[in-house]
């Protein structure tokens, strides 16, 4: 029997991490996010714009209290694709 | 960055990251310790003017108390709001409970006061819900202990008369229902902010 295949986009550690933590919240900002996942900047920063290229997060860039603020928020196509998979996962561990 | 997860990994990763957004609340101690202190003050007050004529102002400490409290709560919710790193949609639920009891208390009071009874016994098993729900909704046994106290508090209430007796009653239960959580949760958030 086939299994599904696995988004290759979502089936990094961290950008699953931060797909997890956003699906759970309205809206989190990077150090919520860089706080969670234990990532360095750098990293962080990089798997947040492949999310954002995929259409899977929204990024809105705001001032909080005069510094810059990163805000992420899951996009619809987000939810769908994170669902998706954690169907997929699912369906291997039920085998 | 590893990039073979199994299955199993995946799973208690995506497990593991939706437990601990679905825990950052916002700080909510302070309204509890605020109240808790406030209301105390306010009963307090009360029991020391209950002899004067209820028009000239026996009712002033709960009114002072509920201004007070009021406008020290929306300030300290516009700063802790600008200041918030994440948003999670319980805090939304959370808010509107405690606005739709505000709302519920208001109405008793007015309805009460037109019938000439105290709304205090009424209030503080009211007072059960939002608490009760807030620790459930946080999974906070404190506050689910809480809300119990003060539906036990409000139906004992409405069996006595004496000042006193209602007094002690009430405090008691703003110290275990609204204090003593409140000191909890904070222990817990600022453990929360340095992990």
């Known amino acids: ?95 | 960055m590893n990039t073979d997860l199994a299955p199993e990994q995946s799973l208690k990763l995506i497990e593991s990251m939706i437990r601990q957004a679905k825990r950052s609340f916002q700080r909510l101690s302070f309204y509890f310790l605020l109240w808790g202190v406030l209301l105390i003050a306010a009963m307090l007050a009360t029991y020391l003017l209950r002899d004067m004529d209820p028009a000239t102002g026996k009712g002033a400490p709960w009114g002072v108390a509920g201004f007070a409290g009021g406008f020290i709560s929306m300030v300290y919710g516009a700063r802790q709001g600008r200041r918030e790193r994440v948003i999670n949609a319980m805090d939304g639920l959370i808010g509107w409970l405690w606005a739709s009891f505000v709302i519920t208390m208001i109405i008793t009071i007015a309805v009460s006061l037109a019938a000439h009874r105290d709304p205090g016994p009424m209030i503080t098993l009211l007072t059960g819900i939002p608490t009760f729900m807030t620790g459930r909704i946080m999974r906070f046994r404190p506050l689910i202990m809480g809300g119990v106290i003060f539906w036990v508090a409000g139906a004992v209430m409405h069996f006595t008369q004496d000042a006193f007796t209602i007094t002690m009653i009430y405090c008691a239960a703003m110290v275990l229902g609204y204090i003593l959580p409140g000191l909890l949760l904070k222990r817990m958030e600022d453990g929360l902010r340095t992990t």
């Open chain 1, 1 to 95: 029997m086939a299994f599904a295949p696995l988004d290759p986009l979502l089936h990094n550690q961290l950008r699953l991490a931060v797909m997890s933590l956003l699906v759970a919240v309205e809206e989190g900002d990077f150090n919520f996010l860089l706080e969670k996942t234990g990532a360095t900047r750098g990293n962080l920063s990089v798997q947040i714009t492949k999310l954002k290229e995929a259409g899977y997060i929204e990024v809105k860039k705001t001032f909080k209290e005069n510094y810059p603020n990163t805000v992420c928020r899951i996009s619809r196509k987000g939810i769908d694709a994170f669902e998706a998979y954690v169907k997929a996962i699912r369906g291997y561990l039920s085998k």
